[in-house]
């Protein structure tokens, strides 16, 4: 059909508004040196305990269904309905394994970063 679109077209100063920034490598914090690249003395103490960040927050939905159904008093239930994911790293949101992210921010997203190639 003739009017059905070519494809994306989005310029360099589109995607730098749009797109969340990503610092280069060379900025990024690395352990046991300096800014200037020197090695310097961990602050960790011996024993200390490490926590690593999550890379994925999962929110299981419930649903009370004590309330839904009024059911009597000291009678408790909940029903799991589902579960929202979002990746942190990537911002992609998901419902029970469905994307909930807007697919064309998605499209767009995805010309800019093999722009950025």
Known sequence: MADEPKGIEISKEDCARLIAHQ???D??????????????????LPGSAIIEAPTKIIIPLTLD???????PEGVAGEAGIGAIEYDIMSGRLEYNGQQLTDPQMAAISAACANMKK
């Not at 900025?27 to 960790?44: H, I, L, M, N």
């Not at 269904?65 to 059911?71: E, I, K, N, R």
């Open 65 to 71: 269904v004590a309330d839904l159904f009024s059911l």
């Open 27 to 44: 900025v990024e914090y690395k352990p046991g040196v300096d800014t200037a690249g020197r090695p310097v003395v961990s602050a960790d």
């Open 23 to 25: 610092p280069s490598a």
